[in-house]
C-alpha cells in the first residue's frame, strides 16, 4: 500500500476543525456550559498565552488530519477498494474520535476531578472534529 499525503487536503481538514471547534466551542454554544462544569465563573479568564493555545491546538490538529489520512487510506485498502468515499471518511473519523479521543481522555479528565459534564462536551466536540476532517480528507484520497 503507497501512502498519499494530501497535503491541501490536511490543511483544509485543519482549518475544517477549528471552524467545527469555534462553532461548538463558541460564546453561544458550548463555552459556557463548559466553563461552568470547569467550575469556572463568568468573570474568570483562560490563563496563558492565547497564542501558545491556538498554535498547539493547530500543531494537534496537524497530527490528527496527517494521521486520519494514513488511517483512511490503510481501511479503503484492507476491503480492497482505494477510493475513500465521504461516508468512510465521516465513518471512521466518528470512529477515531469516539473510540480513541474519547476513551483516552475520559481517565485524563477523571483524574484531574473535571467530572463526565466536561469529558462529555470535549469528547462530543473531539467526534464533530475528526468526523468532518474524514469528510474533508475523503475529498483528496
Do not use: C, N
Not at 5 to 14: D, F, H, K, M
Not at 16 to 35: D, E
Not at 86 to 91: A, I, K, Q, Y
Amino acid at each position: 500500500m503507497t501512502v498519499v499525503i494530501p497535503w491541501l487536503g490536511v490543511l483544509l481538514a485543519v482549518v475544517a476543525a477549528f471552524l467545527v471547534g469555534s462553532l461548538y466551542f463558541g460564546p453561544k454554544t458550548m463555552f459556557p456550559v463548559w466553563w461552568r462544569a470547569m467550575g469556572r465563573t463568568a468573570d474568570d479568564q483562560p490563563g496563558g498565552s492565547m497564542g501558545l493555545v491556538f498554535g498547539l491546538t493547530a500543531l494537534g490538529a496537524l497530527v490528527q488530519a496527517l494521521t486520519l489520512s494514513w488511517l483512511l487510506q490503510a481501511s479503503a485498502s484492507l476491503y480492497g477498494d482505494a477510493d475513500v468515499t465521504p461516508g468512510h471518511g465521516l465513518l471512521v473519523g466518528a470512529l477515531v474520535g469516539a473510540g480513541i479521543a474519547a476513551a483516552a481522555s475520559l481517565s485524563h479528565r477523571m483524574f484531574a476531578g473535571h467530572g463526565v459534564v466536561v469529558w462529555a462536551i470535549e469528547s462530543i466536540g473531539d467526534v464533530l472534529q475528526l468526523a468532518v476532517m474524514g469528510l474533508v480528507l475523503s475529498f483528496f484520497l
